[in-house]
């Protein structure tokens, strides 16, 4: 049962072009959404994060919105860099960022010059 | 000056071994995570503590104990290494503070044999 979702398992996109990362969960009672950047042989390593009294966080070329009717979440980069090639993880956690995160399958992402 | 180091990054054994997996982090947080990511990518927690007391205890079988020394440090012990084992294990961090992320550790890939 996977409560979070990213149906798109791969995104090409060019250098300079918006970049839209989705992703769905199916729990109403998440709170905390987060967004992590993987590259190979590293960690996950935190990007952007969204509270659910919230439905917009930005942090410069990285914007979150959050779609709570809809359970949706999505990532836009603007504009993509050759440098944001990496998996993007989802995750979700009841209870804030300190609970257990579900993370989604991933989104490999690759922008091309 | 790494944030959560986890020793070693590669581990190749028999099955029916037993191992361990070391977790550092030098981020002063108070609570850290075990995760497994298994073959199909899927990024699931394992464990949690909250200095040194154990708060999260996903259905894991019980050939797997963490073990924390201190606040600072959760390692992970696996008995009886099976085929199944094999995998990339993260180590994180987290603060007290319910709005600030997690971090990762570079991962252990455990290969069984």
């Known amino acids: 049962d996977q409560q979070v979702k990213q149906n798109s398992p791969s995104l090409s996109v060019q250098e300079g072009r918006i970049s839209i990362l989705n992703c769905d969960y199916t729990?109403?009672?998440?709170?905390?959404f987060l967004w992590y950047k993987k590259y190979p042989a590293e960690g996950p390593t935190f990007l952007i994060s969204i509270s659910s009294i919230k439905d917009k966080n930005e942090d410069g070329r990285f914007t979150v919105f959050l779609n709570k009717s809809a359970k949706h979440l999505s990532l836009h980069i603007v504009p993509s860099q050759p440098g944001d090639s990496a998996v993007y993880f989802c995750a979700a956690a009841v209870g804030g960022a300190t609970n257990k995160l579900i993370f989604g399958t991933g989104t490999l992402l690759a922008v091309q010059p | 000056d790494t944030a959560v180091s986890q020793t070693p990054k590669y581990l190749v054994t028999q099955m029916g071994n037993d191992k361990s997996i070391k977790c550092e982090q030098n981020l002063g947080h108070d609570t850290m995570y075990w995760y497994k990511q298994d073959s199909k990518k899927f990024l699931k927690i394992m464990f949690s503590?909250?200095?040194?007391?154990?708060?999260i205890n996903e259905t894991v079988p019980n050939r797997f104990s963490p073990k924390s020394p201190d606040k600072a440090h959760l390692n992970l012990h696996i008995n009886s290494l099976e085929l199944g084992d094999s995998a990339v294990y993260f180590c994180a961090s987290g603060p007290t503070d319910s709005n600030q992320p997690q971090h990762f550790g570079d991962g252990t890939r455990l290969s069984i044999l």
């Open positions: 729990n109403s009672m998440f709170d905390y």
């Open positions: 503590y909250n200095n040194k007391e154990l708060i």
